[in-house]
Nanobody, 124 residues
Framework: QVQLVESGGGLVQAVGSLRPSCAAS????????LCWFRQALRKEREFVAA???????AHADSVKGRFTISRDNAKNTLYLQMNSLKPEDTAVYYC??????????????????WGQGTQVTVSS
């Protein structure tokens, strides 16, 4: 079973940038749809961005224009470029995968193999 491991979170000041990554322990990520969700303290896990196996992407309205999801199939790695960070972006960021298809899912139940998460903290 594919295991996903996130890294690259950290503490950053507002308007700064981070680029978390998500690597697979085995398998070929190019055949899967991949996503980023986040969960802030005492809140539900929410959709951030997702990319299908053909490179099509979707981003939540709250991050559109600031965050960009991308994948490097040669490195078997998923990325989330986060620019113009705000304190409200503070959360644990998780990646997960789904069967490769054109439709890009935006709900938790559509994804499996969740990673352990990486903490992103944005100070004001």
């Amino acid at each position: 079973q594919v295991q996903l491991v996130e890294s690259g979170g950290g503490l950053v000041q507002a308007v700064g940038s981070l680029r978390p990554s998500c690597a697979a322990s085995e398998g070929i990520l190019s055949t899967y749809n991949l996503c980023w969700f986040r969960q802030a303290l005492r809140k539900e896990r929410e959709f951030v961005a997702a990319i299908n196996s053909w490179g099509g992407a979707a981003h939540a309205d709250s991050v559109k224009g600031r965050f960009t999801i991308s994948r490097d199939n040669a490195k078997n790695t998923l990325y989330l470029q986060m620019n113009s960070l705000k304190p409200e972006d503070t959360a644990v960021y998780y990646c997960a995968l789904a069967k490769g298809r054109i439709r890009i899912g935006t709900t938790v139940l559509e994804y499996d193999n969740w990673g352990q998460g990486t903490q992103v903290t944005v100070s004001s």
